[in-house]
């Protein structure tokens, strides 16, 4: 008589209350057991993964790397940077080149030429020889634009400079993103790791407990389940972190996907005194950007003294020293003068040229207050994420204190038999969710450290500069009065 049967026929039976619910129990438990000892209880898993032999193989396989040893090859090998490095000594050279202007020129010629005649009424013609050479030299004795032209040329490249430091440390922060991100699913990785090893042992200690009949057999399949599903969350963090080494290594400059073990400086995970009200001073007097804009201005005023130059006079000295004829006899003359150029009237060009510089001026020195507003938002920004970052570490910090003491709770009371599976699983994922809060929680206080190095423009926050001299710009010049606010054109 089959089990079904044994309880149909228990339910008419009149002392169906004194002994219905134990047969229903009973029932229940052998239709369960029966069931799960059926071909669709047969589950195929990978093999138990050894999380030590498997962290000890990616070390063998893998190169260590610190987030300075990644610095420097970016440093090294960055063509974004290489080319901004290129871009400022362009600007050097060309320093170079405008300083002919104050040397003088000497320019030399020759020519020799050789002609004949041919006389058609003789047997013969004649032919000469002639000779020429020259020696011409000119100097500048007066030019109210050299200097501001010079100082002009000196602001390109100091602009130039200002513009590779601001890549420089966007290229270092955009690294430590990138290996942070490394590092994060790195320690993600070996959590998942952790729980598959947690939940093998489980399924281990399940099958045991079935054999002893102390566990049904869904113990087991519940167990099974849960390892297929962690070593599957171990697949997807391995992929991961191979396109997270793609993406370093493309950030570093490199064209490869090398992997690697990265070593984390405990620098990173130092708590930060934020508050202090010298972030923003240092961040307005140290951020290239700023540099850049204040070299602009300065560059677009020299333009103004170079227009204003142009209603004075230049003054030439040159010389000459030429001879011409046959090689005998040989002819030498020479020269010497004094230049004076001097725009009388220029149909009112250098005016609308001077409009156009100061209202140039007003929109670089618009740009800079911007900037100064832009730098102001990104410090207060890293320093709340300091903040949050900081007190969620402690938080975090309890919850995985919690966590772990629950389930070595949970697994000492699972392996003498008195708790069910599902106390235990929901202690794994329980402590598995407390060490990945815990991981990104550190993870985000490195960010904002990162983040809070670039806002302030310097590369190290332990010794913050104390004497903070505020970037600030030029006396603007006046605009004219069409331009100027509330004013009306005449």
């Known amino acids: 008589m089959g089990v079904h049967a044994k ?8 002392n169906f209350k004194k002994w219905g619910w134990l047969c229903i129990i009973l029932a229940t438990t052998l239709n369960v057991s029966t069931l799960a000892e059926g071909p669709s209880a047969e589950v195929e898993l990978l093999p138990p993964l050894d999380s030590e032999s498997v962290e000890k193989a ?8 610190t987030l300075f040893q990644a610095e420097e090859l970016a440093l090294k090998n960055s063509p974004t940077l290489q080319s901004s490095r290129y871009s400022a000594m362009v600007r050097h050279e060309q320093l170079g080149q405008w300083l002919h202007n104050i040397y003088p020129q000497v320019s030399v010629s020759a020519g020799l030429s050789h002609s004949g005649t041919i006389d058609s009424g003789s ?10 050479t020259s020696v011409t030299a000119r100097q500048s004795l007066l030019d109210f634009s050299r200097r501001p032209r010079l100082r002009k040329a000196e602001l390109a490249e100091s602009s130039a400079l200002a513009d590779l430091e601001s890549d420089r440390q966007d290229l270092l922060l955009n690294v430590r993103k990138a290996w942070f991100t490394c590092y994060i699913d790195q320690d993600l990785l070996d959590i998942a790791r952790e729980t598959a090893n947690n939940r093998a042992v489980r399924l281990n200690e399940a099958e045991q407990h079935y054999k002893n009949g102390l566990k049904a057999k869904s113990d087991v399949v519940s167990a099974q389940a849960d390892l297929a599903e962690a070593q599957y969350k171990v697949i997807e963090k391995e992929t991961r972190l191979k396109l997270d080494w793609v993406s370093l290594n493309t950030t570093m400059g490199l064209a490869e996907s090398e992997p690697y073990r990265l070593v984390l400086d405990p620098y990173w995970e130092d708590f930060v005194n934020s508050g202090s009200e010298s972030f923003v001073a240092t961040a307005l007097s140290n951020r290239p950007e700023l540099l850049d804009l204040q070299a602009q201005l300065k560059s677009a005023l020299y333009e103004l003294e170079i227009i204003n130059s142009e209603k004075y006079p230049t003054v030439d000295l040159s010389g000459s020293l030429s001879g011409a004829g046959s090689i005998t006899p040989f002819t030498v003359s020479w020269s010497l003068g004094v230049s004076l150029n001097w725009t ?3 149909g009112f060009l250098r005016k609308y040229e001077k409009s156009a510089q100061k209202l140039q001026a007003r929109v670089i020195a618009q740009n800079f207050e911007a900037q100064r507003i832009k730098i102001y938002q990104e410090v207060k920004s890293a320093e709340v994420s300091l903040l949050q970052s900081q007190a969620a570490i402690t938080s975090a910090e309890y919850a995985l204190a919690s966590a772990k003491e629950k389930y070595r709770l949970a697994s000492a009371r699972y392996k003498v038999g008195v708790s069910d ?6 202690a794994e994922l329980t402590l598995s969710q407390a060490q990945t809060d815990y991981a990104n929680a550190r993870n985000n206080l490195r960010l904002a450290k990162a983040s809070m190095i670039r806002a302030l423009g310097i590369d190290d926050m332990d010794n913050l500069p104390t004497d903070n001299k505020e970037i600030i710009l030029d006396t603007l010049p006046d605009i004219p009065a069409p331009y100027s606010p509330g004013g009306e054109k005449e």
């Open 421 to 426: 599976s599902v106390e235990l699983s929901n």
């Open 344 to 346: 009388i009237f220029d």
């Open 58 to 65: 990616d070390n063998e396989k893998s190169k260590v790397l």
């Open 7 to 14: 309880f149909r026929i228990a339910m008419n039976l009149p």
């Open 123 to 132: 047997a013969g013609g004649r032919s000469i020889s002639l000779l020429t």
